[in-house]
């Protein structure tokens, strides 16, 4: 996650924590939140989406921002851990998203809210907007938004111990990928259109309550960012769970 939209989520949290900005469970509006906070609109607006979609909090629409049910000092303590995690992190991540990701997809094909679609519609429209940009910091919201895409996918199945592990592998890998994949030169335009368009077919598939292909496509999808950085030297072959049929739909086949 972006240092300065993790800063601001922090913020929030120990505002909430707090209860020094809500009424009633109740929090001030975005526009007023940037002010009291003495940041960016946009920057706020990305932490609450990051907050959302950890149960933190609850945006209803025109009805405004809500504290959720969720225990709120269990969330901060997963949000914030800085994480004695091993050398090969990026491996041992993927290893476990293997095991998540596609499981993940097909529960939300068959929870999702439209409050979820309307968030990963978001996550796409901000992807799409970045595929013809090349700059380094296009990079860095690629990054963010792809991330962001795949922990309300998470948060959409309704399990928040899923959220809250998914969002702590994610924490802990995004600036390393990130690093990665750009001291590579794999985040061209090519690239770009490529994983929008496996995004937006996992989308479209969750959207029509497909949980097959919904599955599937997000099974694709990380088999092939797994080919990818595995042909870059960034995780070990071993790490590739679906190629020895330990995880996914080829441990099904003869």
Not at 57 to 79: H, L, N, P, T, W
Not at 105 to 122: H, Q, T, V
């Amino acid at each position: 996650m972006n240092e300065k939209r993790k800063a601001v989520a922090k913020k929030l949290l120990d505002e909430i924590h707090l209860g020094k900005i809500t009424e009633n469970g109740k929090l001030p509006s975005e526009r007023d939140l940037s002010i009291l906070l003495g940041e960016h609109r946009t920057i706020v607006r990305e932490a609450l989406i990051c907050l959302e979609a950890l149960d933190v909090i609850e945006i209803r629409g025109r009805s405004g921002i809500y504290v959720s049910k969720a225990i709120e000092d269990e969330v901060k303590k997963q949000f914030l851990k800085s994480g004695q995690w091993p050398a090969d992190i990026i491996s041992k991540a993927m290893e476990l998203r293997q095991l998540i990701d596609p499981a993940a997809a097909a529960i939300s094909a068959i929870r999702r809210g439209e409050g979820d679609i309307a968030k990963l519609k978001s996550c796409l429209d901000n992807m799409k907007a970045l595929v013809e940009d090349q700059s380094d910091e296009s990079g860095k919201a690629c990054a963010y938004w792809d991330n962001v895409f795949h922990a309300v996918i998470a948060s959409s199945t309704g399990n928040s111990y899923l959220t809250r592990v998914y969002e702590g592998i994610m924490e802990s890998v995004e600036n390393a990928v990130y690093l990665s994949w750009v001291g590579n030169r794999l985040y061209d335009r090519r690239v770009r259109a490529g994983t929008f368009g496996e995004h937006f077919r996992m989308f479209e598939a969750i959207r029509a309550q497909n949980h097959e292909d919904a599955e599937r496509f997000a099974e694709e999808h990380l088999s092939r960012t797994l080919n990818t950085i595995i042909g870059i030297g960034i995780i070990t072959p071993s790490s590739n769970l679906f190629n020895q049929k330990i995880a996914g739909r080829l441990r099904f086949e003869k």
